[in-house]
């Protein structure tokens, strides 16, 4: 199945969750797309994390999405439940200036607190909108793909080298580049393919055409 949107929207709770997720897709889709990220915890909070939002903009930049459409906002990390309102109405504003074709967000399987509060205010916020669910594997119970993307091995190049710029993380297994890797590779033999990303389907809206002769 070929799809598109000329317009795609990336929506994660912290610096990381998008690039972890999609990073590959965004690499792959950079020349292709206009493509906004949306990370909406800063972090700043935790005295351990103060460089990841500098470590963030240079993983961004390396998968093509240049700083005027990487958005870091500053609500508090593990207090998503609390601010649901107004992350809600933050997503509602930003899908009538920015009207996206498709959103991707964190899996339904997510259960992280903040992670499942970002899905839950995205599938209000886009009603009448494509919505794929991401999985950062730290978080999910369950995740399994039912949506594949193939991606090029150049792709899964960029998505490893920019989450090796998250010095702050370097210790964590799920930025080994041999899991990124390795993700990469199961997913795109689910869809018989060399590579894939794999999202859930949280909603598609299509519209059936016809291809010209």
Known sequence: MIFYGKKLLFVGAHPDDIELGCGALIANVGAKAEVLCLTLSDNQKNPLLQEVVTEHRRSMAILGVPPDHDRVENFTTRKFPTDRQEILE????????????????????????????????????????????????????????????????????????????????????????????????????????????????LRIVGDFGQLLP
């Open 90 to 201: 933050y997503l509602f504003k930003l899908n009538r200036e920015y009207c996206p074709d498709i959103v991707f967000c964190h899996t339904k399987s997510d259960i992280h607190q903040d992670h499942n509060t970002v899905t839950e205010e995205s599938l209000r916020a886009f009603r009448g909108t494509t919505v794929l669910g991401f999985d950062v594997m730290r978080s999910s119970y369950g995740f399994f793909p039912h949506f594949l993307v193939e991606v090029q091995a150049a792709d899964v190049e960029r998505k490893i080298e920019a989450l090796a710029q998250y010095r702050t993380y370097c210790d964590k297994y799920y930025f080994d580049a041999d899991v990124l890797r390795a993700t990469c590779t199961r997913h795109g033999a689910l869809a018989e393919r060399r590579f894939a990303e794999g999202f859930d389907i």
